[in-house]
């Protein structure tokens, strides 16, 4: 009797089992790359009440960050500023603006449109409630805002600049010393490791620190050049043993999960 199906079918189950794995792959790419932080928050700027403008505040103004998010350094949260914050320059500077009509109705009693609501700003960075994160924890250990939030003084609408996913948190964990600078530059968002020379890194290191201390925390360099630019991660380095930073290691989970 002759076969009643052709040949070829023979290999038909390998097929449907090659095509679907093929597919399976293909879906679990597009599911690693497309459902990552990096690719649904990267570039997230949402239009705000009030446009404004970081780059002419922070970059050309040069207000300090903690004049707006004035409880960084104390809190685990970094606040958005209240209008009164705002009203307290505008009310001089600016005043006729429409852009700053949400901030009138806010803050200026003696405008006609006033209501006293708070301006609704649009959250920008927000951590997931199962995410455990101490703003002041950060600071506090010479963790700049241009590590999470990019260089913000260059931003005429802020938006996402880093993933902030779980591995990337956990990149800085592993390697503090990629990223720790003095107290005193933390919110200085243009600081490099070059704009610190050694001598004035070791006059910072001395006044926290004992001689000895100081030696072991930054040895000499190598070609024995007292003047030799330091790198991030000697001035970093230094930092993690001065303040015995720890962080929670990824083994332990409880340290950013509570």
Not at 35 to 40: D, E, R, S
Not at 215 to 226: H, Q, R
Request: aromatic share 10%; net charge neutral.
């Amino acid at each position: 009797m002759a076969n009643f199906f052709p040949r070829w079918t023979n290999t038909l189950p390998l097929q449907v089992v090659v095509a679907l794995g093929v597919m399976g792959l293909g879906v679990s790419a597009a599911v690693t790359y497309y459902f990552t932080p990096k690719y649904t928050r990267v570039g997230y700027q949402p239009d705000q009440p009030v446009p404004y403008d970081h780059k002419l505040h922070v970059g050309q103004l040069g207000m300090d960050c903690r004049y707006c998010h004035s409880f960084v350094e104390k809190s685990g949260h970094a606040n958005v500023p209240a209008a009164s914050t705002c009203w307290n320059c505008h009310q001089h500077v600016k005043l006729g603006s429409p852009k700053l009509e949400p901030i009138r109705k806010a803050a200026d009693k003696n405008y006609e449109g006033y209501d006293g609501n708070p301006v609704e700003w649009v959250r920008v960075h927000r951590a997931p409630d199962y995410v455990y994160f101490d703003h002041s924890a950060h600071v506090n250990r010479g963790v700049s805002c241009v590590s999470c939030h990019g260089d913000i003084s260059e931003m005429r609408v802020v938006y996402h600049a880093e993933e902030q996913s779980m591995s990337w948190c956990l990149d800085c964990h592993k390697q503090p010393e990629k990223h720790l600078r003095p107290l005193d530059e933390v919110f200085n968002l243009k600081w490099q490791p070059e704009d610190l020379s050694r001598k004035d890194f070791t006059d910072y290191l001395a006044g926290k620190a004992d001689a000895a201390k100081v030696a072991e925390l930054l040895p000499l360099p190598k070609n024995g050049n007292p003047d030799e630019l330091l790198s991030q991660e000697e001035i970093g380095s230094a930092l993690k043993k001065l303040w015995n930073i720890h962080p929670p290691s990824p083994n332990n989970c409880s340290g950013c999960h509570r």
